[in-house]
């Protein structure tokens, strides 16, 4: 027999596709040629197998081999066609009778000694397998946990490619994926810690509930960041759904937990002031890898001194805070990640970041204006609440430490103002005040009362608010309504939605 197929999975984003993995033996000087559109670590498969094979033991055929990915038009990327590679040289030569691998999903990258190494994406790849009807995978046994993830497929792992040979040849058992309990996580601060910040606790839990993004401004030791950390501990543990995307992402970037269990709790992404634009949204040469603001899908992307980040960076969020999704597009292919985050911004008043009256800030008000500039008018439109966080006293500050209302507390509101949102909003397939489109507020059944909104239409006439953040107000209203347990909001919501969207909250 001088041909062979193994079935394997290829990513372009976070999508699989099934690839059949052809191999042709034909007489010729020997070669290996490699076709489908493979990148350089494909090209460099080659090597890897020959060597992989010799020192397992095995002959490699001495022949002119061409190893075909299909489809041919779908991008390859990466090293985890070597198992699948390995396996149909194999069997094309003859040495490997392929029946027990039929319409079997084969992963895994090869070590020069035969060893099967861990291979990122395990996770979507395994998903897309189910998908295409393959209910059967071997994967290299570090990543076997985190393919039993997947309901409905039966998982095997292979330590060595010699393993895999005896349990085709032999029928000797692979291994099974490791049972044991999900490891726990590592605690989250607790919002009990902050001192004070009565206003910046409130902005809090409205934006949690509502999923609204979130601007703190201030001066340095006012507890901005503090805040921002502890926002995961006020949200809702993410649904199957939810937690299979983010648990996907993280794979793909290969930063599965220990344990390869779902990711239950909302992720966050706190990215450095330097950080450039692939690293927030995502790039890279060949297949574009997800950048922060992907990897915060489900959660918190915290941008902590945000004037300090470059100018395209920051503008480079615009588009996936509006639509929730990423698209990179290479001269190869494009790649599409979810990025649906919320985005917590903060920013002191001025470069040298002085304490709020300080009579060594020289900072002059023009240089003030300009620092805050950095953050584009386009991009702080797209901010639903933006506060402003006063200076500690020495009265909070001095509190029995844990006497502030705790995380639990807050959650547990923040739960019900979420499912009663969710129950809402079910017919329009949405969850979150957030997600909802402005001309469903603007329209029967759930528009206002003209009295209501009456300062609320006097500030868009005056140019004030832009259009969008009329749409944004009317969203914060419902969530603060959701959180004080009524059915639809009034003027004194609206007002204070005015209030947190322009500063001016008291």
Known sequence: MSYARVLCVGLVGVTGHVVQVEADLASGLPTVAI???????????????????????????????????????????????????AA?????????????????????????????????????????????????VIVPVENAAEAAVIPGVRVRAVDTLHR???????????????????AAAPPVPDLADVAGQLLGRRALEVAAAGGHHLALLGPPGAGKTMLAERLPSVLPELDDDAAMEVTALHSIAGLIPPGGQLIRRPPFQAPHHTATVPALVGGGSGLARPGAVSLAHRGVLFLDEAPEFAKGALDALRQPLEHGRVRLARSRGAAEYPARVQLVLAANPCPCAKPSGDVTCECSPLTRRRYLGRLSGPLLDRIDVQVTVQPVRAAELTEVAGSGESSAAVASR??????????????????????????????????????????????????????????????????????????RPDADDVREAIGLRTGEAL
């Open 35 to 85: 076709t489908g559109l493979p990148d350089t670590a494909l090209h460099e498969a080659r090597d890897r197998v020959r060597a992989a094979v010799v020192n397992s033991g095995r002959t490699w055929p001495n022949r002119r081999i061409t190893i075909n990915l299909l489809p041919a038009t779908l991008p390859k990327y990466g090293s985890s066609f070597d198992l699948a590679i």
């Open 414 to 487: 923040v739960a019900a103002a979420r499912a009663a949102a969710a129950a809402r909003w079910s017919g329009l397939g949405r969850r979150i005040n957030a997600e909802l489109p402005g001309p469903v507020l603007r329209r029967p059944p759930w528009c206002l009362p003209a009295p209501d909104t009456r300062e609320l239409r006097a500030r868009l006439d005056a140019g004030s608010l832009s259009a969008r953040g009329f749409d944004r107000v009317l969203r914060l209203a419902w969530t603060i309504a959701d959180l004080d347990g009524r059915d």
């Open 88 to 136: 149909a040289v194999l069997g094309s030569a003859g040495e490997l009778p392929l029946l027990p691998l039929e319409r079997v999903v084969v992963l895994g990258e090869l070590g020069l000694d035969g060893t099967v190494r861990p291979v990122r994406g395990v996770l979507p790849m395994v998903a897309a397998a189910a998908r295409a009807g393959h209910d059967r």
């Open 164 to 182: 895999l040979v005896t349990f085709v040849t032999e029928g000797s058992p692979l291994l099974e994926p490791p049972q044991g309990a999900p």
